[in-house]
């Protein structure tokens, strides 16, 4: 086993992400870059990336604001906060539905169980829930309208 960080690989064939006897409460494993938010964000957040190469606030209701390429580690806004790219999260505040996928919501920065569904809403799967506090986090970067 070779191991760099938190990456463990096992005889080149693959990478192992620590789920549950590595990861705490409001942590996360997995692909993670550092970035600049703009809003004060939250654990979990979910967030686009602006023209100006600024994370902000992913919000279904407008294309503008879409896609959700991100999801926050580190709470607050400016420069050096890290970001989940792809992964694993835990919150114990969160109540999913183990297997159910998660979407980008229409409240901006959230995350949601139910894909919107109003007329001018953006739909993008982002992960699914593996516990009701674990997420896997591998947003599709294709999303469609509801029309």
């Known amino acids: 086993m070779v191991s760099a ?3 463990f690989l096992y005889n080149g064939t693959g990478i192992n992400i620590p789920l549950s006897t ?9 692909i993670e870059i550092e970035g600049t938010v703009g809003p004060a964000a939250t654990f979990g957040y979910a967030l686009y990336l602006d023209n100006a190469g600024t994370y902000q606030a ?3 209701d407008a294309v503008a604001t ?13 420069a050096n906060k890290l970001l989940l790219f792809q992964g694993v999260m835990r919150d114990d505040s969160w109540a ?3 297997g159910g996928t998660l979407y980008a919501s229409t409240t ?10 109003g007329i001018g809403d953006y739909m993008q799967p982002i992960g699914f829930a593996i516990t009701s506090a674990i997420i896997y986090f591998n947003p599709n970067t294709l999303f469609i309208e509801i029309v």
């Open 108 to 117: 901006a920065g959230g995350i949601t169980q139910t894909a919107p569904s």
């Open 22 to 30: 590595n990861l705490a409460d409001t942590t996360a494993h997995g």
């Open 66 to 78: 879409m896609p959700c390429r991100a999801l926050a580690i580190d709470t607050g806004a400016g």
């Open 58 to 60: 992913c919000d279904a």
């Open 5 to 7: 960080g938190s990456i």
């Open 96 to 98: 999913w539905t183990p």
